[in-house]
């Protein structure tokens, strides 16, 4: 079954197909994505109506590029998927809209797809992907969480941010900083150079029992030490560095906690924040000492995509499932409400 899946969340628009007749990423037959960066770079944040307002520009396009890539025509697509939630409302709608549009015309079925499943599903589209049970680390926009995966479907949450996510506390660190929007990822850029030690900041919530997050007091942190600096370019790279290696090594220790929990030793993580380097070695070496291993998707699909969009439906509609004809969106949805494969 060839299917389109269209990613329209928040500020990027994701399109891609996916053919279940091959497995892993021998089954991505193509995939774009566009980004709204230099569109919200004025506002330093996404502004929800002209995300929506771009999703309806770009998105058509995209969907005929993206099939020219696969050397597809309209008429052969099997099956679409589409982010349903959760996200932005008038950005969800758009992609739901077209997708649902899509599918009516060309009589094939259609699913919503919970878009935090789309991210840990992400990693079983590489070589050698593992089987459930595992525990994933999702570390995506406005979302960090410790999931169990008993099987693709059945969730069982963790621990998560009580505040700031990783993601957004990169963002408004940078920010702070006085970075350009969106500042996550040059502030990873800055801290590859900062001297490590320099400013030592705290591992929240790691001196007590639990799986839970908490990074906005760590943000505080990095505000009164860079206040209290002389604000160099080398007191900027070591400032990062310290803020990057406090939330590597929380992660990690949270992630540690997580495995005895669940009783597992496979880690999955994904997500925008799953593309840092530190924390992809440090991950990997935790979990090679436990025995066991850490898997992420390649770097271009970490962040928001259509491809996971169109695996994590395929893997739904091949399943039977698929939705009713209306177009819906779920701004806050619970991934323990889904239903198992």
Known sequence: ???????????????????????????????????????????????????????VRKLLPLIRQTLDEAGLR??????????????????????AGVARALAW??????IGVHHMEGHLLAPLMEDNAPEPPFVALLVSGGHTQL???????????LGETLDDAAGEAFDKTAKLMGLPYPGGPQLAKLAETGVPGVYKFSRPMTDRPGLDFSFSGLKTQVLLAWRDSDQSEQTKMDIARGFEDAV??????????????????????????????????????????????????????????????????????????????????????????????
């Open 74 to 95: 309209l008429s052969d697509i099997e099956g679409v998927a589409y982010t349903a939630g959760p996200g932005l409302v008038g950005a969800l709608l758009v992609g």
């Open 147 to 157: 999931v169990a995966v008993d099987a693709i479907g059945r969730y069982r949450l």
């Open 105 to 110: 015309g060309l009589d094939v079925p259609a």
């Open 248 to 341: 590597v090594d929380t992660l990690a220790i949270k992630c540690g906690r997580a495995l005895d929990a669940a009783g597992c030793d496979t880690l999955i993580v994904a997500g925008g924040v799953g593309a840092n380097k530190r924390l992809r070695a440090k991950l990997v070496e935790m979990c090679e000492k436990r025995g066991g291993r850490a898997c992420f998707p390649r770097p271009s699909l970490c962040t928001d995509n259509g491809a996971m969009i169109a695996f994590a439906g395929a893997l739904r509609l091949a399943a039977g499932q698929h939705d009713d004809l209306a177009i819906r969106a779920t701004p806050r949805w619970d991934m323990a409400t889904l239903q198992a494969l």
């Open 1 to 55: 079954m060839k299917v389109l899946g269209i990613e329209s969340s928040c500020d990027e628009t994701g399109v891609a197909v996916y053919d279940t007749a091959s497995s892993g990423a021998a089954g991505l037959l193509a995939h774009a994505v566009y980004s709204q960066i230099a569109l919200h770079a004025e506002y330093g944040g996404v502004v929800p109506e002209l995300a929506s307002r771009d999703h």
